[in-house]
């Protein structure tokens, strides 16, 4: 494969929970200093430039909101004891409240609090972006010691700023020998949340630092750490010019648990993206699930609405709110596993090997077989085992190098390795027999859009 | 759904009955005063318009023939009775018969009669369409009767005329807001029986009835009442210039009798007609049967024939020539039941609601997702339940309004219910986020044609 | 069908059989008087025209080598006696060796000598073409008899010449009444070895019989005996002008074994060819295999190679290196069986009949049925059993002769009996409703050629 761990292969899972416990307690939000803060930490990791857009910005059909910073946060009983501290979790604190210093009593400020009755040691995690209003959260059990208490009244202190600044987002671009571009995004504006962001934005760092350090790349790579929805749309308002660029992509969540790999299709359904992670996880050896694109989920819903329609699936483990300590206080560091990060990483970087390697090549004899040697090739070649099957491989390659089945096609119709492959290809271009086929105004998916389904950026440069 | 029984629905089945009970009598041939009278107590029902096509009117291949009327047909013995006696059942003559009034030995009568040995108390019906002759049918116990009586002298009598007169069919048409038209046939030319055809008569009668009433309809709706082959095949010559604007079809027949549902596709086989017949049935919760076209049948051989192609199916409950009482005197009202041409109805009913709602829409805001919470979209949404499926129902239809799926295809993709999916299509065009795409040209099948299936009046018109 | 064995169908298998017993002697290599003297034999069973490319004449990347044609060949002991005698079998020499006259020790005879060591009583087949070598194969069992003599001395004889010539290859060619054509294939080139390919070749060569003597031949017929791999691409390399002809094509070998017959099919995969041998297959009533394309295996190689492309499968019954006796001595006139031989060309006549008859015809009548009764069709059909048949198969003709559906495809589409829906097109045919659709430069798989594709002599022109 193209890309390998190597030496890094043992320690890449400890990595990758180091970064994610460094994360954890920042208090994350779709604007503010946590985000900011986080991305200072991934430059420690891998090339991120920090982007600021302005609240009030157009975005498609949205707007930046005003930023949103949390210094403290608190609800303190008439003994001044703090009775819900934002400084144990972030969690404690609806994310996006307004800023509020008030005396209020029992009754009222039972009004602005939430727990989840069904799991009463846990803490919930709510938001109030878009709309004003604050409160915060607790366990059911914190909840019931309160209300024992009876009527009393109670200081409540959220000292958060809502003012003009900006959405932050991180972006890594790695180029490569082609401008064709691999997107990888995971969503940032999660705060003390383990698995529910943290695994995706510690496995992206983590590859985007291994594929800089890659001896070559022929796919440019691009990554992008933004809020959820509107950084998502705010980077596609921003960069519609880059769109018709991007062959692949893929958006990572939830990949630390203990579930197995699940990948939801991109809505085209068919791309090579589709195609090369249902091969790779089906080599994999390990269960997986394929699941059909909806339009419900993470930012697959603005890469995949229909005017945007990019060739990018989902890749996660187990889904959200199919496990129980999705978006609670149980979704911490005991959730997410260092094994499970790297296996998931693992699995990312043979999907890249595959579509790095996935060119098309043109048989240079294409009539009849050539006459294999007097190329020179089969002297490099072990003779047993495995040379066998790199001879069946020549074989394909030279059969099916005709412009139209690129190499892990090649791999699909044959059933052969798709490394095997790749070795043959390899050797028949050393040979001269295979010249590389400049396809990279072909292969994208964008020939098939329909006039309603262009891009925002080719739509505007009819005009 | 669009087109609902309502209250009418207890009421439906006994009308549907009550309908075909009158009908029964009659003496319907593929001409003459039978077929006028069925079509003037229809018209008690539905708007229909009778059209008269002259005796040796060209229509393709065939000619108007002879009007034939009866008045009346017997057998009598020497002592005066009539042993066979047409008053009784319009099935003791072979339909079609030329007239004669003769002297007969039983010798030569009986070459003249037939019978079913393997059904002995059934009179069987047959016809002489086309061809010179005449006959009785009578049961196989009566034939032994008057076997046992010997050789003796018999008065055969068919007082009919054959004479220059017209081809008679009766049409409805109900105008929608477009042209797009769905078309509904059911032959008219068989004498008392009763599944065979008064059930599709009566259900085709009574859903003119209905949609008639209906307070909107998009599409235009033809109920075709006319004799099998001879009909069609004159209808459609007469009405080339009409066939392009065709979208939808049903033949319907054989729906009284106790038998699942089935449904014939169409000769194309996947016209929206079969998606969403096929939808309809496997959404019933009732046990059902999709059968490919064969040329062998009703009138799906005329509306099917590779010039005319119209994407039109058969519906029906148990098929000709696969229950015992096929085109015998146990075809009679006993075979037929109130609630099962009610389920018909009920079933088309729905088909139709599918197929009038069934519109593409283009998504205003394709470009990411609109920031919904800005239209007031969801302020009329119940918060439990059918909510949370309607709000998914709204982004489903949101993403694949790309203009090439309608409301239709998109319930096939998301597998949301269709209603639901009509239901959010209905509130987007409200909040002005979903704008109807004018594909009046675009949804038939004709796009699809061959040079050498071009319909008829096309073809002229290249001349 | 078309072509049938009829009264030489009793006989056939042992015509087939003769024909392997007279070859099987001969000293075949890929070129030299062995070919030579086979292809004079097959040219008292057909019209073989034998054909001689010199010595050095190019072939796309590849040379035809210099003749070789041996005379005798032998090791003697020193007692004169022939321990390995060529003249008791063709296997016992290397195909290809060089000439050698020498006196050598056992130790330095062994390093010459081949044989195999898990079927010790069998005699290996083992090549040398293209490069210097020579040697002696032998069974194992005698190789040890030999060996426990200890070191001796040894004469090693072989009487051959190598030196410029030709590659000679033989041809067939029976003209039909159009210029599409089938290609049959057999390779010619191995030596005393039945099944591999004197099954193909002596199947070949009678099928050349046979359709010579057809009453009608609506294909041109074009049967190719030539040596493997170079034979192909000479051949290949010499017809560029010939190859946009050719509609259909067969690989014939191993068919004389007691295993199913195997279809591997042509690299397109869904070609007619392909589809008519499944067909065929499926209807035969015995058990059978398709396999898909792979470009390993026999001359499918060359003809299917992508700039060729050729739709040829390959009929076999058990694949090569799939039965223990492949390649050995056990490959004789006992594995082969006359019932297996002709039973194979009972299958290739029967897929050849199919594709004789399998024309495209446009329904003259096709707004409705035409009135069949006016065209006197019926009149020779019989009543009972095959006449409802037939009846229903004029309607399937009737219907889908629409320029798009061949014959085969209208047996595909109905399930209806080819040999029924032949006879129905006949009739239609006699009766005006048909018209033969001139469909020659339509039905070939040229029209689907991509750039990278295009057959040589087409680039030629390009030029």
């Avoid at 909806?294 to 005017?307: A, F, I, L, M």
């Avoid at 294409?366 to 020179?376: D, V």
């Avoid at 085992?385 to 090649?410: K, M, P, R, T």
């Avoid at 699909?412 to 790749?422: E, L, P, T, Y």
Wanted: glycine content about 6%; hydrophobic content about 40%; proline content about 5%.
């Amino acid at each position: 494969m193209l890309f390998a761990l190597e030496d890094r292969e043992e320690n890449v899972g400890q990595e990758l929970y180091a970064l994610a416990t460094k994360l954890f307690p920042i208090h994350r939000s779709i604007t503010g200093d946590g985000v900011r803060e986080t991305l200072r930490i991934l430059q420690s990791v891998a090339p991120v430039e920090i982007k600021e857009v302005p609240t009030g910005t157009q975005a498609f059909d949205w707007t930046v909101p005003a930023e949103w910073t949390i210094r403290d946060a608190f609800v303190k009983n008439v003994k001044s004891e703090r009775v819900i501290d934002w400084r144990k979790s972030t969690l404690h604190v609806v994310n996006g409240s307004q800023p509020i210093n008030a005396t209020v009593t029992w009754s009222e400020l039972r009004q602005k609090l939430h727990t989840l009755p069904e799991q009463p040691t846990l803490v919930p995690y709510r938001t109030c972006f878009f709309k004003e209003d604050w409160g915060f959260c607790l366990s059911q059990e914190d909840f019931d010691r309160l209300d024992a208490q009876g009527e009393q009244t109670y200081e409540a202190v959220i000292d958060a700023s809502v003012k003009n600044g900006a959405l932050t987002y991180g972006e890594v671009y790695l180029p490569g020998e082609t401008k064709d571009e691999v997107l990888i995004s995971a969503h940032i504006c999660h705060p003390s949340l383990a698995n529910d962001n943290l695994s995706g934005i510690c496995v992206a760092a983590i590859l985007a630092n291994m594929l800089q350090s890659a001896p070559k790349r022929r796919l440019s790579y691009r990554f992008v750490f933004a809020p959820a929805t509107i950084g998502a749309i705010v980077w596609l308002s921003q960069n519609q010019h880059r769109l018709a660029n991007i062959r692949h992509g893929l958006i990572l969540t939830l990949l630390g648990d203990k579930g197995q790999l699940r990948y939801k299709q991109s809505r085209i359904g068919s791309a090579k993206i589709d195609q090369v992670v249902a091969h790779v996880l089906a080599n994999s050896g390990a269960p997986y699930e394929i699941r059909p694109f909806t339009p419900v989920g993470y930012d697959e819903r603005q890469y995949c609405s229909p005017g945007i329609n990019l060739p990018m699936g989902c890749l996660m483990r187990t889904p959200a709110g199919e496990f129980d300590e999705y978006h609670t206080s149980a979704d911490n560091l005991d959730f997410i596993h260092p094994d499970q990060l790297a296996s998931a990483t693992q699995t990312i970087l043979k999907i890249l090997g595959v579509l790095e390697a996935d060119e098309y090549f043109i048989n240079q004899k294409p009539f009849c077989e050539p006459k294999l040697g007097q190329y020179g090739l089969y002297e490099s070649m072990p003779e047993q085992g495995d040379g066998a099957a790199l001879q069946e491989a020549v074989q394909w390659v030279l059969n099916f190098s005709d412009g139209n089945h690129s190499l892990f096609d090649i791999t699909q119709r044959s059933g052969v390795d798709f490394a095997v492959i790749n070795d043959a290809a390899t050797r028949l271009v050393a040979a001269g027999l295979l010249l590389r086929k400049n396809n990279s105004s072909k292969c994208g998916t964008g020939a098939s859009l329909t006039n309603e389904q262009v891009r925002p950026n080719d739509r505007a440069a009819k005009r």
